[in-house]
């Protein structure tokens, strides 16, 4: 008998800790709910790399260094290019957090890099303030190009 209670015990502690562990990653949670009336306008990193994105789905960017588009291949320090772009959901994300801004370059300044080329930004809310990011590298390093809304 004595096992059994100290079994539920456990069990109960167990649960409690997963229920505290999973609401703590909600309220935590800093991602906005991307929608384009946030992405339409121009967006800026502390380089001066550029991006606007108008209301019929193109883009322009302007100065974005060239760790954007992987490995420099080239001796520029930055890039300019234009495309299309749209909002991407997964389909497993009903709360539309994990949305990414889907970029398709049509055309880059650099011949080095090919066009069509795909990529994505990422999303989080500073200080109240919604920017958009990208990793330079490994994602683990945490090392990225912020944009902030102008």
């Given at each position: 008998m004595k096992?059994?209670v100290?079994g539920?015990?456990?069990?109960?502690v167990l649960?409690?800790?997963?229920v505290?562990?999973?609401?703590?990653?909600?309220?935590?949670?800093t991602?906005p709910?991307?929608t384009s009336?946030?992405v339409?306008?121009?967006w800026?990193?502390a380089g001066g790399?550029e991006?606007t994105?108008?209301a019929?789905g193109t883009?322009?960017?302007g100065?974005?260094?060239v760790l954007f588009f992987?490995?420099p291949?080239?001796?520029?320090?930055?890039?300019?290019?234009?495309?299309?772009w749209?909002?991407?959901?997964?389909?497993?994300?009903?709360?539309?957090r994990?949305t990414?801004v889907?970029?398709?370059f049509?055309?880059?300044d650099?011949?080095?890099?090919?066009?069509p080329?795909g990529?994505?930004?990422?999303s989080?809310?500073v200080?109240g303030s919604?920017?958009?990011y990208w990793?330079?590298?490994?994602?683990?390093?945490?090392r990225?190009?912020?944009?902030?809304k102008v």
């Amino acid at each position: 008998m004595k096992a059994v209670v100290i079994g539920i015990v456990c069990a109960l502690v167990l649960a409690l800790g997963l229920v505290i562990y999973v609401l703590s990653r909600v309220f935590e949670d800093t991602r906005p709910n991307l929608t384009s009336d946030i992405v339409l306008g121009t967006w800026r990193d502390a380089g001066g790399g550029e991006f606007t994105f108008d209301a019929d789905g193109t883009f322009r960017a302007g100065g974005i260094p060239v760790l954007f588009f992987g490995p420099p291949r080239t001796t520029a320090p930055t890039m300019s290019g234009a495309g299309a772009w749209k909002l991407k959901a997964p389909l497993e994300d009903p709360a539309g957090r994990l949305t990414t801004v889907s970029l398709a370059f049509n055309s880059l300044d650099q011949s080095e890099y090919g066009v069509p080329y795909g990529s994505r930004l990422l999303s989080q809310t500073v200080d109240g303030s919604v920017i958009l990011y990208w990793y330079v590298g490994d994602a683990d390093l945490n090392r990225r190009m912020v944009l902030e809304k102008v």
